[in-house]
């Protein structure tokens, strides 16, 4: 019965077209003094429009349940992301964890840098099995270039 759950699960999460394909966020927050370094590069097409973006995100655990980011997007873009631990409780598989991610993001417009786009996003993650985790995201977003709000979700499940 577990199995088949596991198994729906990963097949509703496939399926998903959240804001970018098959991206979702853990909850997971780093420890203090802990840093890492991520880079990420993507292609998107939409009729004969199309855009390109590649990023590098240096982000480091400064306690308090918490971590920073500096995200470098290009083309001409800088983001300001980071999570906070709201919640955790220990199960037998592991722990489950609530954590409130944001961002901040500003762009290059002309001659100056303008606040792009803004964004909070509510993620969970619990243990289903030893080797198995469900993640699961809801948020809002809002760009201010354009004056768009969207509402965010994204599921995944992790092995």
């Avoid at 489950?96 to 996003?121: D, K």
Wanted: net charge neutral.
């Amino acid at each position: 019965m577990r199995s088949a759950f596991v198994l729906s699960l990963a097949f509703v999460a496939c399926a998903a077209r959240a804001g970018r394909p098959l991206q979702a966020e853990d909850a997971a927050v780093m420890d203090p003094q802990t840093c890492e370094l991520e880079g990420a590069h993507g292609d998107w097409r939409l009729g004969e429009d199309g855009q390109r973006q590649t990023s590098l995100q240096w982000g480091c655990g400064i306690g308090w349940g918490s971590e920073v980011a500096l995200n470098a997007i290009r083309p001409r873009e800088l983001a300001l992301n980071g999570k906070t631990l709201l919640a955790s409780s220990s199960r037998s598989d592991g722990e489950a964890q609530l954590t409130l991610a944001w961002t901040l993001s500003h762009r290059h417009v002309e001659t100056a840098w303008r606040r792009s786009s803004a964004g909070l996003i509510l993620v969970g993650s619990v243990p289903l099995t030893r080797e198995l985790t469900l993640h699961a995201n809801l948020g809002h977003q809002r760009d201010e270039l354009l004056r768009r709000r969207s509402t965010t979700w994204a599921l995944a499940v992790e092995h």
